[in-house]
């Protein structure tokens, strides 16, 4: 059974160890060195040469809560102190690796001490902290921010290796792989581990100190005369408790992904040099549209005046100012938003509880604490017998730490007429619940099954996900305009290695000319820079939404305002430019030509289109009551066959593109040239969206015959656009 360490606490002034003592002299031997910052790749400005760079004193004196101090094992040859952070993310990672490293060296003299110097971490949470994370080193309160001020540390999961002289051998991050809003797939350079081998080694690290990437430490602020006669001309109650409401509380709060409560104002203050930092690097409010072109109905973006606000308020130290005029913090929820923020007791946004429930699996999916994870897929009967219009739709995940992204595709029947690719809905951290207007849905055909496709980023901390899906449905004859999603791609890419700003174009092939734009999802994956949609018009091309930069963290999909009318729209075009370059901190393989794949260290090139377009009056889809021919009737015919009597110059022409298709498909998927493709030659994608579509008699082989007639029913369904107007 694991024990978690005691958790001691910091102060001066208490017998110690003299190895742990400020030796007489030492402050007087220092003398400041001027240091050369190398690029070498590393995150934030790279690797920087001298450890002395930064002022630096001997350790605070620390004593145990139980008054034992923490010292020194006379074999001990070096020792290691990590400044952790109960909820910081990056530091919450480094955790556990941490201890990994202590069992590496754990018989080679190296000895370890956990910090916890942020104002917000109780005693409480660090023993919670440390059993969560199987930390097995001693872990000590720095209640003074004395070490912290000590070794002027100012951020999380930095470490400081030092010899039982009290001289700094090594001080900076653990690794490359982790930072605050980039993860690695893998670990390029172990500059702790490194820093470690060389000194056990009687040598100077050849890197000595690099720069810390985890959450900012926020120092308390010491109390001066004015404070008792000024009044804090900015205070949380105020006027800032308004602007975390509006931009930060749907996922800063109890049980949503955010790594903190922003309404808990025991935590707040020692949040704020943080939060203040991600605003000003635009990593908070996640949102990454360019102003100057389209108008968003899910719009993130803080203005200039809020975030002059939240300065202003940091500055002053975070006051919290008169907080019973806010009443219960616990209940706050942005009434401005488009779409409702009352959350019932299982967190579903639409007002009321949804008609249908669908997780998943009948059981959770274990995700490890560290490591990178594919993308996994599960397939669910959700039981629907008769055909379904979906009127908003939702995916709660199990556990929002570690679900970075969602996407539900629904997967009909193969005789099922069906019109797009199946997108149901998505979720991404702070996206709000699909909402259709009045009027507006999607179908579901009867006996069709969901595919969930679930991106999981691990946390630090082993745990399980069982996401679910909740739908609510509104009646057939109240459904004026069907919503679908259609796709624009390019898979016959090739980035090559060390290119900055590789351009791939893609194109919609179609979408109904009488029909509406309602939302876009751009998805590239880590080597994705910058996104630009553009429709083309007679009198010329208007960029409809501009992403200058491209983040696969946040998965978003941008909702228009105003629904935009397809009429005028003769092209909709985009091109996603990438970053295969050593200057993009989540490369994982600069030098590698990169193609289409569906593993995040492969690319790709796509975008999803949520469309709209109006019903026939006798309340069924057009293209339903305009099909020349059946399913069962195209079905009939073989590759080879002699047309049927009757049959029409475009039914042969579909015909005739239905056999190219199917040439082409077996030119690129058939492998081993046997005339069919293969479940195990099959990307992952194709297994899991279109090849039980495909593979009509079940057999787990694609056939040229099944690839002719899904090219038959694809000319058939795309004829009866053309007669509506679609393209």
Known sequence: MHSPPKVRDSVYGHPMRDSLRPRAGWTSNFFPIVFAICTLGGFFGGLIENPMSRALAAPPETIAV????????????????????????????????????RERFASRGVEWVGVMSNPQDSFADIEQFAQEMKIQFPILKDT????????????????????????????????????????????????????????????TPEISMTEPVGCKIAYARKPTPSDQTETPSVTYADSVVAIFN????????????????????????????????TIDTGRMPPWHADPAHGRFKNTRSIS??????????????????????????????????PHPTNLSQDGWRFGRDPDLIVPMSTKGYKIPASGTVDYQYFVVDPKITQDRWVSAAQVIPGDPSVVHHAIVFIR?????????????????????????????????????????????????????????IGLTFVDEPTVTHEVYTVVGIDQDFEIPPGATDHQVTARVARFPKDGELLAVSPHMHVRGKAFELRAGRAEGSEILLKVPRYDFNWQHTYEWTERIPLADI?????????????ANPTNPSPGEFVMWGDQTWEEMAVAFFEVSRPRSPSGLPASQNNSARSIAA???????????????TSEQTADSAATEYADDYLAKWDTNADGKVGWEEAPKVLRDFGFSRIDRNNDREISREELIQAGRSSAARNGSNRQQGGR
């Open 66 to 101: 139980d008054k034992f101090p923490i010292a020194w094992n006379p074999d001990s040859k070096l020792r290691v102190y990590a400044f952790l952070g109960c909820d910081c993310p990056v530091a919450k990672l480094y955790a556990r690796r941490l201890e990994e490293l």
């Open 144 to 203: 003074e921010q004395t070490h912290a001020q000590s070794w002027k540390v100012t951020r999380t999961a930095e470490v400081i290796v030092v010899n039982p002289q009290d001289q700094v051998v090594y001080r900076g991050r653990v690794d490359d792989q982790y930072a605050p809003g980039i993860t690695r797939s893998k670990t390029t350079r172990e500059d702790l581990a490194n820093a470690l081998e060389s000194a056990l080694a009687g040598k």
């Open 246 to 277: 509006k931009h930060c509380t749907e996922c800063h709060r109890a049980g949503e992904i955010g790594p903190f409560d922003i309404n808990d104002t025991a935590e707040l203050q020692g949040w704020s040099e943080m939060i203040l930092e």
């Open 304 to 337: 200039r005046q809020e975030i002059e606000t939240v300065r202003q308020w940091v500055r002053d130290g975070a006051p919290l100012g008169d907080l019973s005029k806010l009443g219960d913090l616990s209940k706050l929820g942005d009434a401005s938003k």
């Open 412 to 468: 009909p029947p193969d005789d099922a007429e069906f019109i797009g690719i199946g997108w149901l809905t998505a979720y991404v951290p702070g996206q709000m619940a699909t909402l259709f207007p009045q009027g507006y849905a999607r179908k579901i055909p009867a006996g069709s099954k969901f595919v969930f496709q679930m991106h999981y980023t691990p946390n630090g901390q082993a745990t399980s996900d069982l996401s679910k």
């Open 570 to 582: 003769d092209t909709l075009e985009f091109t996603a430019t990438f970053d295969n370059s050593d």
């Open 634 to 648: 195209r079905s009939n015919q073989a590759d080879g066959q002699t047309p049927k009597a009757g049959m029409s």
